[in-house]
């Protein structure tokens, strides 16, 4: 059951077009994790991330079912773009679709693939916003990959860096994902590069700037 204070902060968050509704409706149907799609709040944080720093050139590292995708197209201006990088090629005729719904499929191409291997075939493109939100486990490889092509000033978002509350557990679980948090989590904290700023938004979210 959904808690009061997501409901409360859903109630209280501006509408998104129907076809973000009928994207997670789908999901619920048709796969098997439909908790993985961020939702209307941060979905709707993306989409105001987008519009306020004027990105027209963002990357997504695992779309899911687009819902993500969808709602930062949404916010580009005119002529924007996003690279959407997803390994699952069962999705694409469901991410598709409500591309297509929402009236962004024009904005959107698709890459499927490991992200880890796409990244490297997109350079010399350079990215406004880059969105991390794939398999946990690789979010040091993928700031590897995505930090030469992060535009200077350029913000770098990176969702469940909190992992359910693991990385901050005590004692500290050893898994391969909340180890791949907690070194990711590190970087952030410690490369002069960047700046970052920790949201306990969901299961939190890493708002990253390239200095
Ligand atoms: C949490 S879901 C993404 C949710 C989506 N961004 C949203 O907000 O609705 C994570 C996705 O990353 C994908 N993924 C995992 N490892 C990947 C990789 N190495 N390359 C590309 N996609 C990957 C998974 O297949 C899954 O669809």
């Given at each position: ?11 209280h968050?501006s509408p998104?077009?129907e076809a973000?509704?009928w ?9 098997n ?10 979905g ?10 004027g ?9 899911f ?21 997803e ?5 694409e ?22 992200a ?13 916003l ?15 990959l995505?930090?030469?092509?992060l ?5 770098l ?8 509350g ?16 907690l ?26 700037r390239?200095?």
């Amino acid at each position: 059951m959904e808690p009061l204070s997501d409901r409360y902060l859903r109630e209280h968050t501006s509408p998104l077009p129907e076809a973000l509704d009928w994207i997670e409706k789908q999901t619920g149907i048709h796969t098997n994790y439909p908790q993985m799609l961020s939702g209307k709040v941060q979905g709707s944080l993306l989409k105001m991330l987008v519009e306020i720093s004027g990105a027209r050139n963002v990357l997504e590292i695992g779309s899911f079912t687009g819902y993500s995708t969808a709602c930062m197209a949404l916010g580009l201006p005119e002529g924007g773009h996003i690279d959407a990088l997803e390994i699952n090629d069962e999705l694409e005729d469901l991410m598709r679709a409500g591309w297509e719904r929402a009236g962004v499929q024009d904005r959107i191409t698709l890459h499927i693939g490991d992200a880890r291997k796409t990244l490297g075939s997109l350079a010399p493109k350079v990215y406004d916003l880059v969105f991390i939100d794939a398999n946990k486990r690789e979010y040091p490889e993928y700031f590897e990959l995505v930090f030469p092509l992060l535009r200077q000033g350029g913000l770098l978002v990176a969702d469940d860096v909190m992992l359910g509350g693991k990385v901050y557990a005590d004692p500290l679980p050893q898994d391969a994902q909340t180890r791949g948090l907690l070194t990711f989590n590190d970087i952030m904290k410690d490369d002069p590069r960047v700046e970052v700023v920790m949201i306990p938004l969901k299961d939190g979210l890493s708002l990253i700037r390239k200095k």
